[in-house]
């Protein structure tokens, strides 16, 4: 099976280009896309932003709704937008819920193409926030820096995450807290970089899913950096994500750059 991703589509955007590509991954058994977006550079040499999205995205809809080329543009720096579940793999009951298996993966671990090193930073909305911040705070040495978009914080007490690790992990719940961002913050809070996070207090998911005061809380115990905006009147959506991406992208590339 052909591993190297072959390229397929490309779309020029803010002078620079929007990537597809198409790989057999050997870790999932099935095949994945994800999208590049290559700012303009004359050296083809630049920092990059790794974005993971949430429950039912694919690597498509951070590319389409976020607006995020216009900042990383400016800022030279690429984004990286991996699929985040495997697809075609018929396993049972894969798309018998929305909220978990077929285009609804949650995320544990996230594996870098060997090869590929330089500098990057990640981030990520909803469940995707809960991979950025666990990722980045197990990886601190691999991460400038981390931000996120009304992240799951807090999935050990959450009934999204519960009926993950459930799944995935079993029932033992003190396996469940290597992969919960308010109980790693303890341990790994040596973080040079503020994290970013903004949270819509519109937001349907707001009091039963995201719990974001839980992580501020933990953040103020070991006296780690956090920013958390609460916006008001934002929801859960892209239209909330593409206000404020702007902020996203240039507190990563500040901290890319230095
Ligand atoms: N179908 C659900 C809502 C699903 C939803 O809001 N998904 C979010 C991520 S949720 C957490 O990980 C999302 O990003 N959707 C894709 C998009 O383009 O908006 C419901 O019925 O409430």
């Given at each position: 099976?052909?591993?190297?991703?072959?390229?397929?589509?490309?779309?020029?955007?803010?002078?620079?280009?929007?990537?597809?590509?198409?790989?057999?991954?050997?870790?999932?058994?099935?095949?994945?896309?994800?999208?590049?977006?290559?700012?303009?550079?004359?050296?083809?040499?630049?920092?990059?932003?790794?974005?993971?999205?949430?429950?039912?995205?694919?690597?498509?809809?951070?590319?389409?709704?976020?607006?995020?080329?216009?900042?990383?543009?400016?800022?030279?720096?690429?984004?990286?937008?991996?699929?985040?579940?495997?697809?075609?793999?018929?396993?049972?009951?894969?798309?018998?819920?929305?909220?978990?298996?077929?285009?609804?993966?949650?995320?544990?671990?996230?594996?870098?193409r060997s090869g590929r090193t330089g500098v990057s930073s990640i981030s990520g909305h909803s469940m995707g926030g809960h991979g950025a911040l666990t990722i980045y705070l197990k990886n601190l040495d691999k991460y400038k820096s981390v931000s996120a978009f009304a992240?799951?914080?807090?999935?050990?007490?959450?009934?999204?995450?519960?009926?993950?690790?459930?799944?995935?992990?079993?029932?033992?719940?003190?396996?469940?807290?290597?992969?919960?961002?308010?109980?790693?913050?303890?341990?790994?809070?040596?973080?040079?970089?503020?994290?970013?996070?903004?949270?819509?207090?519109?937001?349907?998911?707001?009091?039963?899913?995201?719990?974001?005061?839980?992580?501020?809380?933990?953040?103020?115990?070991?006296?780690?950096?956090?920013?958390?905006?609460?916006?008001?009147?934002?929801?859960?959506?892209?239209?909330?994500?593409?206000?404020?991406?702007?902020?996203?992208?240039?507190?990563?590339?500040?901290?890319?750059?230095?």
């Open positions: 099976m052909e591993t190297k991703p072959t390229e397929i589509s490309s779309s020029k955007m803010f002078e620079g280009y929007n990537k597809r590509y198409k790989h057999f991954s050997p870790t999932l058994g099935c095949s994945m896309t994800f999208h590049i977006y290559f700012p303009p550079s004359p050296s083809h040499k630049f920092p990059v932003l790794y974005w993971l999205s949430g429950l039912t995205c694919s690597d498509e809809n951070f590319i389409i709704k976020s607006g995020a080329q216009r900042a990383a543009s400016a800022e030279g720096v690429a984004l990286i937008a991996p699929d985040t579940s495997p697809r075609g793999l018929n396993v049972e009951g894969e798309a018998d819920s929305w909220d978990f298996g077929v285009g609804a993966g949650f995320i544990l671990m996230l594996r870098k992240p799951i914080v807090n999935p050990t007490n959450c009934p999204w995450g519960q009926k993950a690790f459930t799944n995935y992990l079993g029932n033992e719940k003190a396996a469940w807290e290597e992969y919960d961002a308010t109980h790693l913050i303890s341990k790994f809070h040596n973080v040079s970089a503020t994290i970013l996070i903004d949270q819509g207090q519109d937001d349907k998911f707001l009091h039963d899913q995201l719990l974001p005061h839980r992580f501020e809380e933990a953040c103020k115990s070991v006296n780690a950096p956090l920013l958390l905006r609460l916006q008001p009147g934002y929801d859960h959506s892209y239209f909330f994500i593409s206000t404020f991406i702007d902020d996203h992208i240039r507190h990563h590339a500040q901290a890319l750059k230095l």
